[in-house]
């Protein structure tokens, strides 16, 4: 059984105490899915003071991660050379952003070292010799990669078979390109998850649809995609916009569905 094992350089071993023991993230550590291995970039240091950031070089603001210590550690993790599964991947609001597919294509690989920058980031020759990968988890600056390398594992974990009970939900989310009418005349697209509703039928007046009460799995199965395609047009219209939709999917809007 192969178990996806995550590296994390840091210069605050601490900081993933919380986030990384609980939900998901926490079962599929206990259930051997995956392991997390934190390396203190203190750690790799040679001086007494134990030094792991300097001032930039040109003149300016804030401090950079020194190369040296970066370079040790993953030295540490890989040893010397480049195997093949070598991913090495650094946090950065400079990287290709960071998304579903990505997440997916990750959770194939057997390890990976995430670089969780801070001050103004890393001196350049690490992302120049030694990273694989620059991933951005959006458009805004954090004050560190720690929460980013945080985001990125708990959806790549997630899509690791056999973490989530049902497989089959990590199939049927938002962003997943997917058909969920169960008809061959809808197209799949990348559109947003259904709305979700749980007990009681009736809170406070505000009632559940009552097609979803219904049993008729076809009319659900209908009725979720496109509440989902709906959705996506409104919210996210660089996924999807109306053109692109097909002749079934045009007149699956038109339908009414709910009594
Ligand atoms: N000077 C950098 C710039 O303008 O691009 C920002 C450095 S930021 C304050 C410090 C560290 O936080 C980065 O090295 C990176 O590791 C992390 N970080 C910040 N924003 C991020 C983002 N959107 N995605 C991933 N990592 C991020």
């Known amino acids: ?17 919380g986030p ?4 998901i993230v926490g079962q599929a550590q206990k259930k051997k899915k995956i392991s997390i291995q934190i390396h ?15 001032r930039p070089f040109g003149g300016g603001e804030g401090m950079i991660l020194k190369p040296e210590p970066i370079f040790r550690a993953v030295e540490k993790i890989y040893g010397i050379g480049s195997g093949i599964d070598r991913k090495v991947i650094l946090l950065s609001p400079q990287g290709r952003k960071f998304n579903q597919e990505i997440a997916f294509e990750l959770s194939m690989c057997q390890r990976m070292t995430l670089i969780c920058g801070r001050y103004e980031g890393v ?4 992302r120049e010799y030694l990273t694989d990968d620059e991933i951005s988890i959006g458009d805004y600056v954090l004050s560190g990669g720690e929460l980013a390398a945080c985001v990125l594992l708990d959806a790549v974990t997630r899509l690791v078979p056999g973490v989530l009970n049902k497989d089959s939900s990590r199939l049927n989310e938002s962003f997943t390109r997917r058909n969920l009418s169960g008809s061959e005349n809808h197209q799949s697209y990348t559109i947003l998850d259904h709305p979700h509703y ?3 039928e009736s809170f406070d007046g505000l009632k559940v649809p009552e097609l979803l009460m219904s049993g008729d ?15 996506t047009l409104k919210n996210r219209p660089d996924l999807l ?3 692109r939709l097909s002749e079934a999917d045009k007149r699956l809007l038109e339908l009414k569905l709910e009594p």
């Open 217 to 231: 799995h076809k009319k659900i199965g209908l009725w979720r995609r496109k509440k989902g395609i709906e959705k």
């Open 198 to 200: 749980t007990r009681p």
């Open 40 to 54: 203190d970039l203190r750690g790799f240091t040679q001086d007494r003071h134990k030094t792991v950031d300097d």
């Open 123 to 126: 001196d350049e020759r690490v």
């Open 20 to 23: 990384l023991s609980h939900g």
């Open 1 to 17: 059984m192969s178990v996806l094992t995550f590296h994390l350089i840091t210069i605050f071993p601490n900081f993933f105490d």
């Open 241 to 243: 916009q109306y053109d």
